[in-house]
């Protein structure tokens, strides 16, 4: 068993070069979820694993789950879930491992160093949209995979991959699938593995057992039946951007506390233990600032009050307000109709449902204090947060994994970031679930100049190959 680790390590440190060149290849691929014009490259994106996973010897199986409607009318395809089946052995439980295929919208424009779709290496470091978040870890999964198919060495468990390509826009359509395939592929499934979050330090590997929540609101405010010369109409009219701005100065304090009431009632209270476990991570407030691109002060700077924060309180985000006149120069027009976009991240024991009704309720009291006359409609989304056991078999595997690849011992991570599919994956397969981060906490993930460290990406590999390794073992104690 030692040697074939040695002989895989071995192949994945000669050939690094391919594997840059495959990550170039995909993130060529722009699969941008959200934008319409883009959906042709997820399914390209989708065609492309497919291929890989066959090559692999692999079955790959595609499942489509509909069409979706776009503001602007059109009518397309979802991008497909894709299941790479490489069970080996009927008798023994099944390892599932997640990534996403789509990636978050990006351009040059918005200040990126280089084309954010044409991957560029400098200094260990691999830029371009999805390089991080998530293609690097997915191309991952098929290396450690590809790695014993070359060296002839069976992989040492059952692996189901599942990937998607609708992430970045809720994860619609596989909560369905995986309902459907708990009866079918998905049926033995004991173990999941997620691969779509990052380090909390630079040089410290860490295992995730925490995720938040997220509700996504959008305020639509509908006026005048066309925009208006505020020259005209100025002073005249109940403006619906006059209206949506003071809707939304409602939410939060100028610190960015929220002030929605009972949203915070029923965020679980802190405990004594909890407070020891958050004071003994290692994590430099600085170097978050650093990351953060702030030049002032964060809000808080003490490590604890910053992780708790980010971890295991809610936070609302303004996203931004669509139909309002955003181009460069002046334009004295009066929208006829906005859309204002923000979100909370929801934290134990929050649920979606509950929040959204909170939100909703507080909105509508507000504007009818207006008396406007316009019209008020409020959308939502929502994921549930995630808050799973580090004490089983799942995560020793990972924290072995990490030990043998960086000779450390893990820190134990929650997220402030979501991934709605986990819950969905602990209500229907049930078993451990556990989320392995390969990336760098300043990778910057959604933002310009999004990164994976060659060095990451590459040890990434490793650490996947002894994860199922280890999990190999575990899973042997167990049968
Ligand atoms: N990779 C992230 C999840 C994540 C973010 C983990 C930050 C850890 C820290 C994922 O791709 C993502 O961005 N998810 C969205 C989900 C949303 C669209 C429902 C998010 O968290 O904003
Ligand atoms: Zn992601």
Request: charged fraction near 25%; hydrophobic fraction near 35%.
């Amino acid at each position: 068993m030692i040697r074939c680790m040695e002989q895989l390590f071995d192949y994945v440190n000669q050939h690094s070069e391919e594997y840059i060149q495959r990550l170039r290849e995909a993130v060529a691929l722009d699969s941008v979820s959200a934008d319409p014009c883009k959906r042709s490259r997820c399914v390209d994106m989708a065609h492309y694993i497919c291929e890989w996973i066959e090559r692999l010897e692999g079955k790959a199986l595609v499942k489509h789950i509909g069409k979706q409607k776009f503001a602007d009318g059109q009518v397309l395809d979802y991008p497909p879930v894709i299941f790479g089946d490489f069970c080996v052995d009927p008798h023994r439980p099944v390892v599932l491992a997640y990534c996403h295929y789509d990636v978050q919208p990006a351009d040059i424009q918005d200040g990126w160093k280089f084309n954010p779709f044409e991957l560029t290496e400098e200094q260990g470091k691999l830029y371009g949209r999805g390089a991080t978040d998530d293609k690097g870890p997915l191309l991952d999964w098929l290396w450690a995979i590809e790695a014993h198919r070359q060296l002839g060495i069976p992989l040492p468990v059952n692996l189901v991959l599942c990937f998607e390509g609708m992430e970045e826009s809720g994860s619609f359509g596989l909560d369905k699938v995986i309902e459907e395939e708990s009866k079918g592929l998905l049926s033995r499934v004991k173990y999941v593995c997620i691969t779509d979050n990052y380090w909390l330090t630079e040089h410290r590997p860490c295992l995730t057992y925490g995720l938040r929540g997220i509700v996504f609101f959008q305020v639509h405010i509908r006026g005048p039946q066309m925009d208006l010369h505020s020259g005209l109409f100025g002073g005249l009219i109940h403006e619906p951007l006059n209206d949506l701005i003071h809707l939304l100065h409602t939410l939060t304090d100028s610190q960015g506390n929220i002030l929605i009431p009972k949203v915070m009632d029923s965020v679980a209270p802190v405990t004594k233990e909890e407070e020891s476990i958050y004071e003994r991570i290692l994590f430099d407030t600085e170097q978050l600032r650093k990351e953060a691109g702030q030049v002032s002060q964060l809000r808080e700077s003490d490590k604890v009050k910053v992780l708790m924060n980010r971890w295991r309180f809610p936070s609302l985000s303004f996203h931004g307000i669509q139909g309002a006149f955003s181009g460069q120069g002046e334009k004295t027009v009066i929208p006829c109709a906005v859309t204002g976009k923000f979100s909370i991240r929801l934290v134990p024991h929050q649920q979606p449902q509950e929040i959204a009704h909170h939100v909703e309720q507080f909105l509508k009291q507000q504007f009818d204090q207006f008396h406007s006359g316009n019209e008020l409609q409020v959308e939502w989304r929502g994921a549930s947060p995630w808050l799973g056991d580090y004490h089983n078999s799942n995560f020793t595997a990972a924290r072995l994994a990490f030990k043998k690849v960086y000779q450390v011992e893990p820190d134990l991570t929650r997220e402030g970031g979501s991934i709605p599919i986990t819950n969905t994956f602990q209500e229907y397969l049930g078993g451990e679930i556990c989320l392995i981060p390969l990336g760098s906490p300043d990778d910057g993930a959604h933002s310009q100049n999004e990164k994976m460290n060659k060095h990451n990406y590459i040890e990434g590999i490793k650490v996947i190959i002894a994860y199922m390794d280890e999990l190999a073992k575990q899973i042997s104690y167990q049968y």
